[in-house]
């Protein structure tokens, strides 16, 4: 199996598979391999905080030639997930490579895909009104990566955030940045620029260690060969792994009302409303209030709100208001690499993460 991540996060993907015991763990730049049986992959659907989506590897294999492609793909055993009535949609992506067209790449594949299905069902017409097995490829310097996406709609769609604040944080990165920050069962956090709350809800989900695809449903939660039995199975793990005893709690601030409202909202739709609490406040007001505090946040920035000059400013003030204190950490994101700068002192830590495909930078400060 693969799960697909954002750039930076393979590691933590990586780590997050190993505890729910997958086995052959490895990670490559954007993905992570691993094996496992049915109850594993639908473990990872429902556990997995970094990861973008849950594939089943299906083949890996060189192809410089469509003869090449259409061969090598008839050859896979599709008919071992696909049946005679499901669908079979084909979309993917080739870099660097000799086979560059993508829509010549799909057809070539939908039709390697149908010649092996007819010979293995005795049908000469697919219907594909059944469940959706979707086929994803990537083609990256002529090695061609075979697989069925099991997930549907990407693992980042938690079910809690129909709507975001302009320019949301990406849940899966998130859910990164929380860890990352030291995030525990008794972590106070907060967030003096909340948006949608994101961040917070990420960090209670990850306190609590309450599997992030609880409340939603997958693909492959329509296939014949998977038993409904084993999504009832592994949903009752997750459910008993709940830490419902966990002194988390947390606040949001921002400066924006309507957003307060929002982030009250996915909050509560995210179960986590008697953890983390909401205030309309500025940044200017913020002060590390009791012993222990863990700051996260994703300012507004050049390129996400604000003039460059405008965000700056808000840096200025936080590194007048974010004060050295035994504690406390702060721990902010942001792609301008001035950001120290305008801070007002070195990060004891940073590490690069993507936001999309914007490089940023998580800088840490904690002594």
């Known amino acids: 199996m693969a799960a697909p991540c954002l750039l930076g996060l393979e590691g933590l993907a990586a780590g997050e598979l190993r505890r729910m015991d997958a086995e052959n763990v490895a990670a490559e730049n954007g993905r992570v ?155 106070h956090v907060i967030d003096p620029c909340c948006g949608s709350g994101t961040i917070l809800i990420e960090s209670a989900m990850k306190a609590l260690n309450i599997a992030p695809g609880l409340r939603r449903t997958f693909s492959a939660e329509n296939w014949r060969t998977i038993s409904p039995k084993v999504w009832q199975e592994e949903r009752k793990r997750a459910q008993d792994l709940i830490k419902r005893d966990a002194e988390f709690s947390a606040c949001g601030y921002d400066i924006d009302g309507s957003v307060i409202d929002l982030a009250r909202d996915n909050a509560y739709k995210a179960g986590m409303s008697k953890r983390i609490r909401f205030e309309r406040r500025d940044i200017a007001d913020f002060k590390p209030d009791g012993e222990k505090g863990v700051v996260v946040c994703n300012p507004p920035y050049g390129e996400r709100l604000l003039d460059v000059e405008s965000a700056r400013k808000i840096y200025r003030t936080m590194g007048e208001r974010f004060e050295r204190r035994q504690g406390w950490s702060y721990a902010i994101i942001t792609p301008d690499e001035e950001f120290e700068k305008h801070f007002g002192r070195k990060c004891d830590k940073e590490r690069k993460l993507y936001n999309g495909m914007l490089q940023c930078r998580l800088y840490m400060y904690f002594k």
Not at 171 to 185: K, M, N
């Open 33 to 187: 391999l691993f094996e496992g049986d049915e109850n594993m992959l639908v473990r990872a659907n429902l556990g997995c905080r970094y990861s973008e989506r849950i594939c089943i590897v299906m083949g890996r294999f060189n192809a410089y030639t469509f003869d090449e492609l259409f061969e090598k793909t008839k050859a896979l055993p599709w008919e071992r997930w696909i049946g005679k009535a499901d669908a079979f949609p084909v979309k993917g992506s080739s870099l660097n490579s000799k086979l560059h067209s993508v829509p010549d790449c799909q057809k070539i594949i939908k039709k390697a895909v149908v010649e092996r299905l007819k010979s293995k069902y005795s049908l000469s017409w697919f219907e594909e009104t059944g469940a959706l097995h979707q086929i994803q490829f990537l083609i990256m310097k002529d090695n061609v990566l075979m697989m069925l996406d099991t997930s549907g709609a990407g693992l980042h769609k938690r079910g809690y955030r129909p709507n975001g604040a302009i320019a949301p944080i990406k849940e899966t990165l998130a859910a990164a940045i929380a860890d990352i920050a030291f995030v525990r069962s008794y972590s």
